[in-house]
């Protein structure tokens, strides 16, 4: 018997879902909805669920994306059919899924639930997705700034051993000055 202590510890640990928050996906590429847990009760199998939803931005009404228990419940009918995909491992407390080849009107909130029970109350996840028609400044300045980056290094690095060459060869030629000029004799011009 383990009395009222441990049933508290569940009531206060709760459910907790955490997100990445804001998340932007270019147009048509594959875009990963990252939602971890932690669960103050063991895992089991057979009883946890996740649960996936979908608030657009104008009015209207929520939609399912996505049901897991036991195995993946892809959705079947709405804008996501054959869209999403398991991306997670609920024995590593991920309960993470790809959405493909994202379209603009992806865009809105994105819910991740998790229960495991007992523990079947905390807090809910939620992603804001925002499908942009190219990568955002910052990642294209980014991208930009590496590989900038990246051929700078290169025409440092060649300058660099273009100029110790040349300092080499510069020194080989005056030590071979150097030796030479003893073994010659100078004639003077003037002298018969």
């Known amino acids: 018997y383990y009395g009222p202590t441990p049933t508290l510890v569940h009531l206060?640990?709760?459910?907790?879902?955490?997100?990445?928050g804001d998340v932007e996906a270019v147009n048509g590429t594959d875009v990963r909805l990252k939602c971890t847990f932690h669960t103050s009760a063991p895992i089991n199998a057979n009883s946890?669920?996740?649960s996936w939803s979908f608030r657009p931005l104008v009015?209207?009404?929520?939609?399912?994306?996505?049901?897991?228990?036991?195995?993946?419940?892809?959705?079947?009918e709405g804008i996501f059919r054959k869209r999403v995909a398991w991306a997670g491992d609920i024995m590593g407390r991920d309960a993470s899924i790809i959405i493909r080849q994202v379209k603009f009107t992806y865009n809105g909130t994105y819910i991740c639930q998790v229960?495991?029970?007992?523990?079947?109350?905390?807090?809910?996840?939620?992603?804001?997705?925002?499908?942009?028609t190219t990568a955002s400044f910052s990642e294209l300045l980014l991208l930009a700034l590496a590989i900038g980056g990246g051929i700078t290094a290169v025409v440092i690095l060649l300058v660099i051993i273009l100029s110790c060459?040349?300092?080499?060869?510069?020194?080989?030629?005056?030590?071979?000055?150097?030796?030479?000029?003893?073994?010659?004799?100078r004639k003077d011009p003037t002298a018969w």
């Open 115 to 132: 229960k495991n029970p007992p523990d079947v109350h905390g807090t809910v996840g939620e992603i804001r997705l925002r499908v942009v």
């Open 165 to 185: 060459r040349r300092c080499k060869k510069r020194r080989q030629r005056q030590l071979e000055g150097n030796e030479e000029a003893p073994c010659k004799e």
């Open 48 to 50: 946890l669920t996740i």
């Open 59 to 76: 009015p209207g009404r929520e939609e399912s994306v996505f049901h897991y228990q036991q195995k993946p419940y892809p959705p079947v």
């Open 12 to 20: 206060m640990d709760g459910m907790r879902v955490y997100t990445s």
